[in-house]
């Protein structure tokens, strides 16, 4: 058995999206090899094949089932990790792909948004030993069913994580097409900084609020394990952004990152009977259908009736409405009403647990630029609000400048 230290290397569809790309994949892989490590590299697929892949499904079926989405799903990476494989072979390494299935990613049997329960890392181990690269497709494993599953959008970066996690790696390197966290999305703000470091927990608000950057499930892996992560750029040797644990000093900084989801949609159910049982008969019904609810409001009843309002993903908007009309009609409400126009717009920081002050800023500065808020949430690390999503760059470019997330630090 190999006793090098085991380095994990993720590379993301833009990292891979062309032959010219591979090649410099190969090479950035096989550098990592020579430096001493073993090395066990986990690819997506090819530029926007998934997104691809789903629209063909869609002229096909628009409700199409999920057992087959994923069978189509994974054929993707599948695709990635032989050319890379070639293309490592071609520059003398040793290297072998393989499956999620091949190397024993055992998942639940939630087609389609599967969790990892367990990983065998014995194949894996193995060829390491013999002094191979070892290619691991991204974002699929196999159900307890024998079932080929996927792992949600962006589940390569879950891949790499639990693999870094049960093989107790010296670092996970995600690569991507930016040069590592920044304090917003950089194709939005322009003068957005890369932050050094970054701790879980934010890194995992930012992720479940709209930063795509990480996938927001590896980012509930890594801070649970510890995982060490290095987020940095398949085109450049720069060192990126290590994602780890709190120290005191992040504390210090009041905002870390502002972020926007423009993915959501929200409900309102108006005229819902004011009395126990009736929004645990409509949450109940969406947590069967899967739906991950987001924002919950309910106002104060007037003359024995409610209003409960709430966001969810746009993606699972038709199931949604499919479930809110049944629960609705049962409980004798008097309209539902969808809306997608909406954005989710946040602030995310550690610093805000011991600063007051930062609510107040976020609104102030939303109102200066006449952008109305329509639902505020909060948590001890972030504030959110929901406004329309034609104000949303807008309000994420002066959010990013009112709390002086430009400026050097
Ligand atoms: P990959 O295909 O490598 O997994 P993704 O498209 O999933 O890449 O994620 C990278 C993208 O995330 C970047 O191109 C960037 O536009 C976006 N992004 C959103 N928020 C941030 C952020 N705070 N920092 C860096 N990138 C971000
Ligand atoms: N290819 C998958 C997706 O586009 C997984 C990933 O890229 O991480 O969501
Ligand atoms: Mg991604």
């Given at each position: 058995m190999s006793k090098k230290d085991i380095i994990v290397q993720k590379f993301g569809g833009t990292s891979v999206a062309t032959p010219e790309r591979i090649k410099n994949v190969a090479k950035k892989v096989s550098a990592c090899k020579r430096k001493g490590y073993d090395v066990v590299v986990v690819v997506s697929a090819l530029g926007e094949t998934t997104d691809e892949l789903i629209k063909l499904a869609d002229q096909i079926d628009t409700d199409p089932s999920e057992r087959e989405m994923d069978m189509?799903?994974?054929?993707?990476?599948?695709?990635?990790?032989?050319?890379?494989?070639?293309?490592?072979?071609?520059?003398?390494?040793?290297?072998?792909?393989?499956?999620?299935?091949?190397?024993?990613?055992?998942?639940?049997?939630?087609?389609?948004?599967?969790?990892?329960?367990?990983?065998?890392?014995?194949?894996?181990?193995?060829?390491?030993?013999?002094?191979?690269?070892?290619?691991?497709?991204?974002?699929?494993?196999?159900?307890?069913?024998?079932?080929?599953?996927?792992?949600?959008?962006?589940?390569?970066?879950?891949?790499?994580?639990?693999?870094?996690?049960?093989?107790?790696?010296k670092m996970c390197e995600i690569y991507t097409d930016v040069k590592g966290i920044y304090t917003a999305d950089p194709r939005i703000v322009g003068n957005a900084r890369k932050l050094d470091t970054i701790c879980y927990d934010e890194m995992l608000e930012l992720a479940s609020l709209g930063a795509q950057v990480m996938q927001a499930r590896s980012m509930e892996v890594a801070s649970k394990f510890n995982v060490p992560i290095h987020v940095r750029s398949s085109f450049s040797d720069d060192n990126g952004t290590i994602i780890g644990k709190e120290d005191k000093k992040m504390e210090e900084v009041l905002v870390r990152g502002v972020t926007v989801n423009k993915g959501e949609a929200r409900v309102i159910v108006s005229g819902v009977p004011d009395k126990p049982g009736e929004a645990s008969r409509l949450f109940e019904y969406l947590a069967k259908e899967n739906i991950n609810v987001d924002m919950i409001i309910q106002n104060k009843s007037t003359s024995g009736t409610t209003d409960i309002t709430f966001t969810a993903p746009e993606s699972s908007l038709a199931r949604t409405q499919k479930v809110v009309d049944k629960a609705s009609k049962e409980m004798g409400s008097a309209e539902v009403k969808y809306d997608k126009d909406i954005a989710k717009l946040s602030v995310v920081g550690i610093g805000m647990r011991s600063h007051a002050g930062v609510a107040a800023k976020m609104f102030k500065c939303l109102a200066s630029k006449k952008i109305n808020i329509e639902m505020i949430s909060t948590s001890e690390i972030k504030i959110s609000c929901v406004i329309k999503r034609k104000d949303a760059d807008e309000a994420v470019k002066a959010l990013h400048k009112a709390f002086g997330l430009d400026k050097v630090r």
């Open positions: 189509l799903l994974s054929t993707g990476e599948q695709i990635s990790v032989a050319l890379l494989a070639m293309a490592l072979h071609k520059i003398g390494e040793e290297a072998i792909s393989f499956t999620g299935a091949q190397v024993g990613i055992m998942t639940d049997t939630s087609h389609t948004k599967a969790r990892i329960l367990d990983i065998s890392t014995e194949r894996i181990k193995k060829e390491l030993g013999k002094g191979k690269i070892v290619i691991v497709a991204g974002f699929q494993g196999i159900s307890l069913h024998h079932e080929i599953t996927t792992l949600g959008r962006g589940g390569s970066d879950m891949t790499a994580v639990a693999l870094a996690k049960v093989l107790k790696a």
